[in-house]
């Protein structure tokens, strides 16, 4: 009770606006957590240790928001994304050394400019600012996917470089609270060393920490606030905050003073003369600036190419109180804008006072910004005005003016939702006024039209055009660029904040109309460095001498500037740098780079389509070609003309398998199917889906026939490991190089033998010929033994059984009286005496086994003629014939001290050698003979 206050159903006495409660309880029943402060919400950790629910970190499953009534008597919704560390991803994964880019800290100029993201592009703000090797890190934004990047919503920084370096990163500091400005917080917090401060304003602090406990990485200690002309030391900078003026509250510019000279960042800014909040753009201090030596001036290019200046907030503000008030009797009102101009709703507020109407929210942000700007003391109205979305269906349209988020067409955005019709929330009726207080971002122009198509469709009047100033930007025109230039007179200048062609012309504007005679233009990953000038007026007459020294150094010699009255030393270099790696989230864990996130097999299912095969291989009956198959076949998002693709598909793979070995490996099957289909979507309609092969085996008992075809293709006869029992140096000595795996031997998957590898009865393969040396001219000749009938008994019993008669020569194999020639050679060198002991009492005169219970069965076979004369029998006899031999021979030459006796049946598969494996790669770049999940492992 302490923590949570009084929880009750439906019904909370202590929160305003119970009567909107009570009908929200009508049909569902809702839990609402009223507490004093933000501990109600969930407890915290600290330094991102994955404090409060910390147990939902490791589910994996989506977190349900908590739904709270704040102080503000706002109903809102505090989601948990992360423990601290799960949204991370492989953004901090160290993949490779990144260098530092720029000259040693004790050459080269002093002050250093890096970004890592926001020139070429807008958003993704983050630099670097230091002397020598200290440095600052200037906003951490993140930057809006386009429809390129498919299943992605956010694009961060280069983060892995940030935690490489994070020791010479000693403070992070914030201008302003837009998404690309402290979007990427979630990211590059992790990547700093957990002691670095960060910086903010008091309203930007309301924004950090609602993302941050999202994320459980709020930590009261770390964050230090700000206040505008207030100096703080951070890092190698004596850092002084300026006010500017933007479309969100509590914007600042930034005066980094040191010993080595002075930097100017502007931040996102324009020169509102009426603002609405009475926060006036600072001009005298910037005035000021202009009498004291400024080395590098850093400014927003956003709409360098607008001539003109921007209109005030205090024009829009006019505008919505007029349209607002032109359509009163004739319905609702309906605002659309971004959800963090808080300015704008001073005008909404006005506009619903002038008529008589009341505001409604609809859109989740909106909330949570004018929460931020209440708690910091700036909201433009109390938000305990508001009137509930689901009050809507009762009020009069007369008396209500909704403010909505959407206004780029976002698909999970109200307004979006509500000309689809699908919104729970918000309804377009007949006569409604749409007024889109907002700018198209290049990229949505698409899906914005198409919304508005819809909801005029609906009965809607859409108000949008440029005329009816029902929006300003944000960011600085032509005239207020060159006024803001003239007024600090900085020695160099480097334009920051958009596109390379913005970045080049706002260069080009410094230098003809501001008289600033030493500009530069950068890439993120390039560092520029300066120097304090002791005459900015000076213009470079040409020191060769100090640009060849740059150019030995990687420099470009276009980028060198001189101080001719000075030291001769250069005093603005450019250094080349990599390209930062930028990363990919999902909108959920998923975080990585594009080929982790693969964007472009995205790219290429959207495009080409996906075509998946299940491919079941059929073993039974296959000789040397002649596999066989069935195959089924599924597509998704590519033509298929009725059907009729999928059924070429289907005869193209099983034409192709069918040129396959009886003994072709799984791998096999999946390339040839990869490439039967992509030829065949090629002719049918000239598309290359991206194609998944799934071949599997009918019998699993097949699965090892390709492991035994490639290992005797390879030349490579399956041998026994060593026991354990035989030295090294007879290990080393079972076979040529490769074939075993050192003194233990290899330890095959299978240890139980198997029939199937010998060609018994109902098996796919031929039976294998007979191990061992070629017969002699004078082996002895004996006839066989029925397969039924075990040899042991036989050989105890030779009295008691009908032997059989008439036998055919077809039934009679040779017995050799000598061992293998390996064995010779391993038991060379073996006394006599020690061998011949251990053999049989049966034994003949050269050693081998006498057949005692086959002689007499030589008299008898005629009662039995023709009884075993079938291929099977034959097969199976060779079989039983030839474990009787080697059983034979193992148990004579064992030593004294006896091993144990390796189970009947063929011996275990050896590892590949290394020629074979190498030529299969050749041939399949994706077969990996060494992996355990492999088909063809062995």
Known sequence: MAVCGALMIGLSPLAPGSAAQRRLGRDKLYIIAQAEKTDRRRPQGDKGSGGGNSGAGSSGRRRRPTTYVSDSGITLKQYVSSDGQEHLGTALQKRRFKPFPGPPSDSGPPLRILPIGGLGEIGMN???????????????????????DLGMQKILPDTDFLAQWKD?????????????????????????????????????????????????????KRFIKFEMRRRFQAGPFDIEPVRVTHSIPDCCGLIMRSSEGTLVHTGDWKIDEQPLDGEQFDRELFMALGSEPVALMMSDSTNVLSPGRTLSEQVVHDSIVEKVLQHNGKGRVICTQFASNVHRLYGVKRAADASGRKICF???????????????????????????????????PNQVLIVTTGSQGEPRAQLYMAAREESSMLKILPNDLMLYSAKVIPGNEGKVSKMLNALAAQGARVRQSRADNLHTSGHAYQEELVELLQSVRPQHFLPVHGEYAFLTEHALLARERAGVNFVDVIRNGEMLAVRERRNRNTVSAGSMAAARVASRRGVSTASVSIDDEGDGKPTMIKYDGEEPTYFFN??????????????????????????VAGV???????????????????????????????????????????????????????????????????????????????????????????EVAETRRGGMPMRTPPPPSLSSSAAAAEGPAGATTGATGYTPRRTRPSPWEAGAAGSAVRPAPVEGPPVPANARRSRLLRPAEPQAEVAATPTTRAPRRGGSDDDIIAITDSIDEDDEASVEDEPVARSRPQRSETAGPSGAEAPTAAAPEEEQNDDDVGESSSALGRMLRVRKAGGVSRQSRINADAPADGVPERPPGPPPLRPLDSRVIQERRRRNPRDQPSQLDDPDYG
């Open 362 to 396: 609809v859109g989740a942000s909106l909330s949570h910004y004018l929460e931020a700007s209440w708690r910091d003391g700036r909201a433009p109205f109390d938000p305990k005005e508001l009137v509930q979305p689901e009050e809507l269906r009762h009020m009069d």
């Open 126 to 148: 983050c630099m670097l600012a230091g002397v020598r090797d200290r440095y600052v890190v200037i906003d951490a934004g993140l930057m809006f996917p386009d429809f390129s």
């Open 616 to 706: 079941e291989v059929l073993r039974a009956g296959a000789g040397a070609y002649g596999l066989t198959c069935r195959v089924r076949v599924t597509s998704r998002g590519i033509w298929t003309d009725g059907g009729r693709l999928l059924q070429e598909v289907s005869q193209a793979i099983e034409t192709a398998v069918m040129r396959l070995a009886g003994t072709a490996s799984l791998v096999e099957v999946e390339r040839v199917t990869i490439e039967a289909v992509k030829r065949r979507c090629v002719a049918f309609n000239n598309k290359r889906p991206e194609v998944i092969a799934i071949p599997y085996e009918h019998d699993p008992r097949d699965a090892h026939l390709p």
């Open 168 to 220: 010479r990163i000693e403070a992070l500091i914030i201008t302003h609270g837009h998404e690309d400005h402290i979007g990427a917080l979630p990211w590059v917090i992790p990547a700093l060393d957990p002691s670095t401060p960060i910086y903010a304003s008091s309203f930007v602090m309301e924004l950090v920490k609602r993302r941050l406990m999202e994320y459980n990485l709020w930590d009261e």
């Open 586 to 611: 999902d909108g959920g864990k998923g975080t990585g780079t594009r080929q982790e996130m693969e964007i472009d097999m995205r790219n290429t299912m959207a495009v080409e389509g996906v075509l």
